[in-house]
């Protein structure tokens, strides 16, 4: 594309075919179509070819009119008699069936227009140009028709090489939004088009860049608050009182702290969409089994396969776990089926459940339901339950129970 | 357990945790290097031998999962790599470079000793014989031996075989059926009693509460599962 501006090369596109339109248009009618004057020419001096045809006299003067005719109108001139039979013929004789003969005034022949009179006493004058011509109406309009359709296909291409650069756009931003924040598109040609290119590059690498340092700063984060709990920690070796209820306590808080540093980091790399990194096909039951073991409870239901990062999976059962250990007293039901073709976990618990107005708001970051009053915990857990599932393709739900707990559903797709 | 003044290279930025660590190390038996970056660290690997490191992943100058690849293309030494990360893909990625082992930061004191002694003690054996590690628990498929801790369990040949059926298939719904078919193979004598007295047998063999068991679970109506992840 050496045009630099996309408004110029559309423009151009549309006025280019508008004249092409016009030259074929108009070479057409010049060439094949007859003017007025001469269809208007030939009728009338047929019929008074036809009247001096009739006057008497010998048969002599019939073929000098016949050959004055011609000469005058540029046209082939036939004289039938009253049986069909050529009497007299400047020209070839148009191949014309019976019917076609009676008729009076224009027919189309493979000659081209004819224009026929029948005399008074039965013989008929055929007259056709020596130039063919399409005259009638319905064969000039298909003959635009045809130059439009074939400028139409000439022209696809142009339209196309525009279009599908547009595309390719369309698929890098699409990539990137999706979570490839590698992503760029090529940028071709120096139009809009590609000014639009260099920009979602260029946005796109800040983006990148702004993310990647964001994930820096989280790890430094970590290795900063890690280190001190890990020197409180060794300190207590050496405290005499380690054992006692305070040092149980101080142990606890560590462990607390060290997990909400975890979730705070994983819930991150999450938002950063980079996706799943390694899957494999896990066998469900048996990892929300192992994960609810620790809880000492009991998983029920069907082995299925998925697919997906073990270590995030297990994450979100263990959420879901202490989430109905925090606020309902302990899992009573965890169970996995197969609908249609995703697997489904259910998690009920014998609590309070939450209330209408906050069952979409459990799942958001640092939200708990007004009603849990003083339960503990970071309020990260079910934000990360959410944001597993929906890496892994799934989804979660809450569902009140008939009996007055609450029922987390995770939905997955089966491997 | 160890043997008196096993030298440790301890590679961590950190030098109030460092020093911690090596005082507690010291208690412990062992003599404790220190090096506080990665520099210092590889001057310090390649000057003398040690008979273990403990590697910080996060250092000053250097990323400590280059620093493992470099230890391990030159030595064989046990390597135990602890990191404040946290990101469990970054144990994965550590210990598929050749680190023995990986402990999370904040961690109890008493479990970096008893990771730093086990990853000791497997370098004494250099097992040719092929041995699973879960958590705690090691099956050593050659002698046909069970430790957990390090310390042996006795179990009877057919306890042997299912164990060794199910950790083979780890992270899998076993049915007893399926546990029978695999089973009949390894021994000679066959299953005189049901596949869930043998089960309750081998817990109480290996589990550390036979009552609340973490490695061999029972899924009702389905069979059994050997728990893939027990290293918490």
Not at chain 1, 147 to 161: D, Q, W
Not at chain 1, 353 to 382: M, N
Not at chain 2, 60 to 77: E, Q
């Amino acid at each position: 594309m050496f045009l630099r501006r996309l408004h110029l090369q559309f423009y151009i596109a549309i006025v280019g075919t508008l004249v092409a339109f016009l030259v074929c248009g108009a070479v057409v009618w010049h060439y094949f179509s007859a003017p007025r004057g001469a269809i208007w020419g030939i009728e009338s001096a047929t019929g008074l070819a036809a009247t001096l045809l009739m006057e008497p006299g010998d048969g002599g003067r019939d073929g000098e009119i016949a050959v004055a005719l011609g000469r005058q109108l540029h046209a082939h001139v036939v004289l039938l008699d009253a049986t069909g039979t050529p009497r007299i013929s400047t020209g070839r004789v148009p191949d014309m069936s019976r019917e076609e003969t009676r008729e009076r005034g224009w027919v189309f022949t493979q000659e081209g227009p004819v224009f026929t009179r029948t005399l008074a006493d039965g013989r008929r004058l055929i007259v056709y140009p020596l130039r063919r011509f399409l005259m009638h109406g319905l064969h000039m309009g298909l003959v635009l028709i045809g130059i439009a359709v074939t400028l139409a296909l000439l022209t696809y291409p142009i339209s196309r090489g525009i279009a599908a650069r547009l595309e390719r756009l369309r698929e890098g931003v699409q990539q990137f939004g999706g979570g490839n924040l590698a992503a760029r598109v090529a940028v071709e040609g120096r139009d809009e088009v590609a000014a639009l290119a260099t920009s979602f590059n260029e946005s796109a690498h800040r983006i990148e860049q702004l993310v990647s340092s964001h994930q820096l700063l989280l790890a430094h984060c970590s290795h900063e608050l890690r280190t001190p709990l890990a020197r409180i920690r060794m300190a207590m070796e050496k405290l005499p009182a380690a054992d006692s209820p305070a040092g149980a306590e101080l142990v606890r808080n560590i462990a607390e702290l060290d997990a909400l540093i975890g979730e705070m980091l994983l819930s991150s790399r999450l938002d950063a969409t980079r996706g799943l990194e390694r899957t494999e096909t896990i066998d469900l039951l048996a990892l929300c089994a192992e994960e609810a073991s620790w809880f000492d409870r009991e998983v029920t239901g069907e082995a299925l396969s998925v697919r997906g990062e073990p270590w995030m999976l297990r994450c979100l059962v263990r959420n879901l776990l202490e989430n109905a250990r925090i606020h309902g007293g302990g899992a009573t039901t965890v169970f996995i089926e197969r609908v249609r073709d995703t697997a489904r976990l259910s998690v009920e618990d014998g609590g309070p459940g939450v209330a209408e107005v906050d069952r979409e708001r459990i799942f958001e970051p640092f939200q708990r339901a007004t009603s849990s009053g003083g339960a503990t915990g970071a309020g990260l857990g079910l934000s990360i339950v959410r944001q597993i599932a929906r890496a892994h393709g799934g989804a979660v739900a809450y569902e009140a129970c008939a009996a007055g707990g609450s029922r987390f559903i995770v939905t997955l797709p089966l491997a | 357990m160890s043997r008196v003044g096993q030298r440790i290279l301890l590679v961590e930025d950190d030098d109030r945790l460092a020093a911690m660590v090596a005082d507690y190390l010291g208690e412990a038996g062992f003599r404790v290097v220190i090096a506080p970056d990665g520099a210092a660290a590889t001057r310090s690997a390649a000057g003398a031998d040690f008979d273990a490191v403990i590697l910080d992943l996060m250092l000053p100058d250097a990323d400590g999962l280059d620093l493992c690849r470099a230890i391990r293309t030159r030595s064989n030494v046990p390597l135990l790599m602890l990191t404040a990360r946290g990101d469990p893909l970054d144990r994965v990625v550590g210990l598929e470079l050749g680190a023995d082992d990986y402990l999370p930061k904040p961690f109890e004191p008493r479990e970096l000793l008893a990771r730093l002694r086990a990853i000791l003690r497997r370098r004494g054996v250099t097992a040719v014989s092929e041995v699973l590690r879960f958590g705690r628990l090691e099956i050593d498929k050659g002698s046909r031996e069970v430790r957990v801790d390090g310390q042996r369990r006795t179990l009877t040949g057919q306890q042997f075989a299912l164990l060794l059926a199910l950790a083979e298939r780890a992270g899998r719904v076993l049915s007893r059926e399926a546990l029978l078919d695999v089973t009949k193979g390894e021994t000679l004598e066959d299953f005189d009693r049901s596949i869930d007295v043998q089960i309750s047998r081998l817990r109480a063999a290996i589990e550390d509460d036979p009552k609340r068991p973490r490695r061999i679970l029972t899924l009702r109506g389905a069979g059994y599962v050997f728990a893939k992840e027990q290293d918490r």
